[in-house]
């Protein structure tokens, strides 16, 4: 058993995620208790910080003996599945824990169980903080991004422990205060759903790599490979170059790995949260929104292969040379890459702005830059971008990356032509081409559907020339109608 108020800090929950991040403090010297539902894990977790000569990483197997090693203000990281283990796992520590005390969910959650969680524990004056952790299993050995948000007091006692255990870029640690409660499981959120984005469009570029062009296994990765030593330069791009050219090693034939997977892609939920949080703000998400619709569409394999033998795709196809393709290839992702991380930092600031959170996006952009999934060469100009404008409106009118987007929209434009001319699918850069033209675009015909709106349910328009709310006897049958702005009560 460990001694009494010896542990800096507990850590709760010890899948893979919650064993990486406790052996990662316990490397930076803080003293950590670990404690697991099942006590087999907590074994498991002890013998790999002895095999890796980690002398200040001990286990308990109750949840009394484990906030008792605890010393006081007792801080606890929670890394179980979110939803209703999250409660149980609360339920049971809260019992032993007093005033003063945080514990710290990390794992991916629905930001408005934090609200609840949160004020659950205040009768005990318990704190409460959700934080997200981006970086996988490798990220929360060696150095996630952190995304902690709830009360200033609890930060400010995770501090310490956060700062040495995030990634590292130069002297800065991925991680800074983001906000209230919510914030943190927001930012994460939309972290997910940018990097839905943001795997779709590199996967339609796979496809019209390999389904246009003909390349190879091998020569796709080497394009990969070149792109990311430029301005497409991420972890994701990189992790591509990697996984196209590993071979498989469960067969002798000379195959390759990904060649062998079935087109499935699986989801764990914050996609659809953050498509959901789109709609509830009034935020456009499209190609958020259209990679979480592809990964539906993928699910139903059965119903696409019956669906290939009936309906057909063009019988002609455009003939453009190999190396404009890869060209317009190169512009147009980066392009649409840039619209998916625009759109989620619209999202981010929308909820800041209602929740009075007062989330800095440019942190946002720099703790991204390290440890996480979506990091990017990138971020480092987006978080230019909010420091020289902290009330920028949207990321496509930075003048740099407008410029940069102006600049690439006609090869952005004949790779969404030559898809569609072609018949192979490219939901996400159509979605960010469109996103970028109705930005763009100061007159929309939005002024139709709003008269369709006021013939149909005299919903009543705003004027162009005139101040007010109005209505229009549109035909004989169409009356006139009193309390007009009552009319528009209700509107979004």
Same mark, same amino acid.
């Given at each position: 058993m460990a001694e009494v108020g010896y542990g800096d800090v507990g850590l709760y929950g010890l899948a893979v995620m919650g064993q990486n991040f406790a052996l990662n403090m316990a490397s930076h010297?803080?003293?950590?208790?670990?404690?697991? #539902?099942?006590?087999?894990?907590?074994?498991?977790?002890?013998?790999?910080?002895?095999?890796?000569?980690? %002398?200040?990483?001990?286990?308990?197997?109750?949840? @009394?003996?484990?906030?008792?090693?605890l010393s006081k203000p007792r801080k606890v990281i929670l890394l179980v599945m979110a939803g209703k283990p999250v409660d149980d796992t609360i339920a049971q520590l809260a019992e032993h824990m007093e005033e003063g005390d945080l514990i710290v969910d990390g794992g991916n959650e629905w930001f408005p169980n934090s609200l609840r969680r949160s004020k659950e524990l205040e009768p005990k004056k318990i704190m409460f903080m959700g934080m997200g952790i981006s970086g996988g299993e490798e990220g929360a050995r060696n150095g996630p991004s952190l995304m902690p948000g709830g009360p200033k007091v609890g930060y400010d006692m995770m501090e310490p422990i956060l700062?040495?255990?995030?990634?590292?870029?130069?002297?800065?640690?991925?991680? %800074?205060?983001?906000?209230?409660?919510?914030?943190?499981?927001?930012?994460?959120?939309?972290?997910?759903g940018i990097e839905y984005g943001d795997m779709q469009l590199i996967a339609e570029a796979y496809a019209v790599m390999k389904q246009i062009v003909g390349l190879d296994n091998d020569k796709m990765s080497a394009h990969f490979a070149e792109w990311n030593k430029g301005d497409l330069a991420s972890y994701l791009i990189q992790i591509t170059a990697d996984i196209l050219k590993k071979k498989d090693d469960k067969t002798d034939d000379g195959s390759y790995v990904v060649d062998k997977?079935?087109?499935?892609?699986?989801? @764990?939920?914050?996609?659809?949260?953050?498509?959901?949080?789109?709609a509830e703000q009034s935020v456009p998400a499209p190609t958020i929104a259209a990679a979480l619709d592809t990964r539906f569409l993928s699910g139903r394999k059965d119903e696409r292969v019956a669906a290939s033998l009936l309906l057909k795709g063009p019988s002609e196809v455009p003939s453009v040379a190999h190396e404009q393709i890869m060209?317009?290839?190169?512009?147009?992702l980066y392009a649409a890459k840039i619209c998916s991380y625009a759109q989620g930092l619209c999202l981010i600031k929308a909820a800041s702005d209602k929740n009075s959170w007062n989330v800095d996006l440019g942190e946002c952009c720099r703790i991204w830059r390290?440890?996480?999934?979506? #990091?990017?060469?990138?971020?480092?100009?987006?978080?230019?971008?909010?420091?020289?404008?902290?009330?920028?409106?949207?990321?496509?009118?930075?003048?740099?990356?407008?410029?940069?987007?102006?600049?690439?929209?006609?090869?952005?434009r004949r790779i969404v032509t030559l898809c569609i001319a072609s018949g192979i699918p490219c939901p996400a850069f159509c979605a960010s081409l469109n996103y970028f033209d109705s930005y763009r675009?100061?007159?929309?015909?939005?002024?139709? %559907?709003?008269?369709?709106?006021?013939?149909?349910?005299?919903?009543?328009?705003?004027?162009?020339?005139?101040?007010?709310?109005?209505?229009?006897?549109?035909?004989?049958?169409?009356?006139?109608?009193?309390?007009?702005?009552?009319?528009?009560?209700?509107?979004?």
């Amino acid at each position: 058993m460990a001694e009494v108020g010896y542990g800096d800090v507990g850590l709760y929950g010890l899948a893979v995620m919650g064993q990486n991040f406790a052996l990662n403090m316990a490397s930076h010297g803080f003293k950590v208790v670990v404690c697991n #539902r099942s006590p087999a894990k907590v074994d498991t977790t002890v013998k790999r910080a002895t095999d890796e000569g980690i %002398t200040t990483l001990t286990g308990v197997k109750s949840p @009394k003996d484990f906030v008792a090693a605890l010393s006081k203000p007792r801080k606890v990281i929670l890394l179980v599945m979110a939803g209703k283990p999250v409660d149980d796992t609360i339920a049971q520590l809260a019992e032993h824990m007093e005033e003063g005390d945080l514990i710290v969910d990390g794992g991916n959650e629905w930001f408005p169980n934090s609200l609840r969680r949160s004020k659950e524990l205040e009768p005990k004056k318990i704190m409460f903080m959700g934080m997200g952790i981006s970086g996988g299993e490798e990220g929360a050995r060696n150095g996630p991004s952190l995304m902690p948000g709830g009360p200033k007091v609890g930060y400010d006692m995770m501090e310490p422990i956060l700062t040495k255990c995030a990634a590292q870029i130069g002297e800065e640690p991925c991680t %800074t205060y983001c906000g209230e409660i919510g914030s943190g499981n927001y930012i994460k959120m939309v972290h997910n759903g940018i990097e839905y984005g943001d795997m779709q469009l590199i996967a339609e570029a796979y496809a019209v790599m390999k389904q246009i062009v003909g390349l190879d296994n091998d020569k796709m990765s080497a394009h990969f490979a070149e792109w990311n030593k430029g301005d497409l330069a991420s972890y994701l791009i990189q992790i591509t170059a990697d996984i196209l050219k590993k071979k498989d090693d469960k067969t002798d034939d000379g195959s390759y790995v990904v060649d062998k997977i079935l087109d499935k892609t699986g989801m @764990k939920g914050t996609g659809r949260w953050t498509v959901q949080e789109a709609a509830e703000q009034s935020v456009p998400a499209p190609t958020i929104a259209a990679a979480l619709d592809t990964r539906f569409l993928s699910g139903r394999k059965d119903e696409r292969v019956a669906a290939s033998l009936l309906l057909k795709g063009p019988s002609e196809v455009p003939s453009v040379a190999h190396e404009q393709i890869m060209e317009d290839l190169q512009a147009a992702l980066y392009a649409a890459k840039i619209c998916s991380y625009a759109q989620g930092l619209c999202l981010i600031k929308a909820a800041s702005d209602k929740n009075s959170w007062n989330v800095d996006l440019g942190e946002c952009c720099r703790i991204w830059r390290g440890g996480c999934i979506i #990091r990017s060469v990138q971020l480092d100009h987006m978080k230019a971008a909010f420091v020289k404008d902290p009330t920028l409106k949207n990321l496509m009118i930075d003048p740099d990356f407008a410029a940069s987007l102006n600049q690439r929209q006609a090869a952005w434009r004949r790779i969404v032509t030559l898809c569609i001319a072609s018949g192979i699918p490219c939901p996400a850069f159509c979605a960010s081409l469109n996103y970028f033209d109705s930005y763009r675009t100061k007159n929309l015909p939005a002024n139709l %559907t709003q008269a369709q709106r006021d013939f149909f349910g005299a919903h009543t328009f705003e004027r162009t020339d005139m101040e007010g709310s109005h209505h229009v006897e549109w035909t004989d049958d169409h009356k006139k109608i009193d309390g007009i702005e009552e009319r528009t009560w209700g509107n979004l």
